[in-house]
């Protein structure tokens, strides 16, 4: 059983570590055949239905998605794709550049704009599992447009992050910070690739 934890008083913690380097290879959910074939539209023997869990997620270069792919498709969860409205490029992305779009929004705290900001259906969701790369030991920056322009109170909230080697550590407590309410379980760590990893975890949450 996940221990609850109330991160609501926590500061955000330092960004100490350095944005991790991100593959392209992409985790994929499994696909095992049935004993049987299934009725038509039946859902799969290890996918519970949740109509009332979103997978919410941020992936700049696709590790995250791929992860985020594998848990809804488990799950049998709605998928919401967090997306900045001006697409992170791979310059963008260098953190060796203290000139880059990500150094600069990091060094500004800024907040970037999103397509959209409000999932559709919002309010029907109990529970919202949150997906996002690590960034200079933080949340990938547009989670923070993500968690100040939308309403938590009510709501379970399981975070889980891709990095190179960084852990979650305090990224979920910031983001916490950042939503000011929600129900907010503990998260999980993934390497790029880890889909099958990533939902056997997501199965194990008894959602």
Excluded: H
């Excluded at 570590?17 to 539209?41: F, H, N, Q, V, W």
């Excluded at 023997?45 to 009332?52: E, F, L, R, S």
């Excluded at 963008?92 to 000139?99: F, I, K, V």
């Excluded at 996002?132 to 109170?153: C, H, K, Q, S, V």
Aim: overall charge negative; proline content about 5%; some cysteine.
């Amino acid at each position: 059983m996940l221990s609850r934890r109330n991160f609501l008083a926590v500061g955000v913690a330092g960004a100490t570590s350095l944005l991790a380097g991100c593959s392209d290879e992409k985790g994929e959910a499994p696909a095992a055949a049935p004993a049987t074939e299934p009725a038509e539209d039946a859902p799969a023997a290890d996918a519970a239905p949740a109509g009332n869990v979103l997978v919410a997620y941020f992936s700049a270069t696709g590790n995250t998605e791929g992860v985020a792919t594998a848990i809804a498709e488990r799950l049998g969860a709605d998928v919401f794709v967090i997306e900045a409205a001006q697409p992170y490029t791979e310059a963008d992305l260098n953190y060796n550049d203290g000139a880059s779009r990500t150094s600069v929004e990091r060094a500004d705290g800024t907040s970037p704009e999103l397509a959209q900001v409000m999932p559709d259906g919002w309010a029907d969701y109990d529970t919202v599992l949150l997906g996002y790369p690590i960034w200079w030991g933080e949340a990938a920056w547009p989670l923070r447009t993500f968690m100040t322009g939308n309403d938590f109170a009510g709501k379970a909230v399981v975070p889980f992050c891709t990095s190179g080697s960084s852990g979650i550590g305090g990224s979920a407590d910031g983001l916490a910070e950042l939503a000011g309410s929600g129900d907010w379980l503990e998260g999980e760590r993934f390497s790029a690739g880890a889909g099958d990893e990533a939902a056997d975890w997501a199965a194990g949450l008894g959602l």
